[in-house]
């Protein structure tokens, strides 16, 4: 029987540009798509933040995707990030 033999990978990984290497990762936000007509307002919480801390929004009524969040914040708390959650009402009011 004939048996194919493939790369583990298709293509072939370059070093990165030294300018990505030398990047500062500054605050993440995670928010519903809904929320990206105020990128102001995402920007002026996440700039309120410490650097590296985690901006996390969320739809009051979308119990599913709260729990989620929730469980999110948690690990990210428990590997040391600083997180902040609000509701997108709380927000926007901002």
Known sequence: MKTLHKK?????????????????LDNIAIVPASMLAFQNTIQHIRNSLPQGAV???????????????????????????AVRSLSMEQAVQM
């Open 8 to 24: 583990p990978y298709q293509f072939q990984f370059a070093h990165p540009p030294k300018a990505l290497l030398e990047a500062k």
């Open 55 to 81: 901006f996390l929004c969320y739809i009051k009524e979308n119990a599913r995707q709260r729990k989620v969040l929730e469980q999110v914040e948690a690990v990210l708390k428990q590997h040391g990030h």
